[in-house]
Nanobody
Framework: QVQLVESGGGLVQPGGSLRLSCAAS????????MGWYRQAPGQQRESVAT???????TYILSVKGRFTISRDNAKNTVYLQMTSLKPEDTAVYYC?????????WGQGTQVTVSS
């Protein structure tokens, strides 16, 4: 089992920045993938950014150049630095840990971009 605890969401004005953190604990193994999904009201959950334990990253097109995913493997923590935030980035952000066929999810953290 893997437990994920997220932090860092909140209310920010358009153009602002936020940093999300997600700490994993439990049965953590190398060769995993960690990342972030988000779900806006009435929308499907979408993958925002992923990062393998070896450092390979992917981003959804709408956040490229604005969001940066990073990891501290020693702390089993993944981060999402979000800059130049837009109202359309408003959503609940979920981190996840994936190893093989198993995927674990955090509880979600609300990000609201509004003036």
């Amino acid at each position: 089992q893997v437990q994920l605890v997220e932090s860092g969401g909140g209310l920010v004005q358009p153009g602002g920045s936020l940093r999300l953190s997600c700490a994993a604990s439990g049965s953590i193994f190398s060769g995993n993938v960690m990342g972030w999904y988000r779900q806006a009201p009435g929308q499907q959950r979408e993958s925002v950014a992923t990062m393998t334990s070896s450092g390979y990253t992917t981003y959804i097109l709408s956040v490229k150049g604005r969001f940066t995913i990073s990891r501290d493997n020693a702390k089993n923590t993944v981060y999402l630095q979000m800059t130049s935030l837009k109202p359309e980035d408003t959503a609940v952000y979920y981190c996840y840990y994936q190893k093989g066929l198993s995927t674990y999810w955090g509880q979600g953290t609300q990000v609201t971009v509004s003036s």
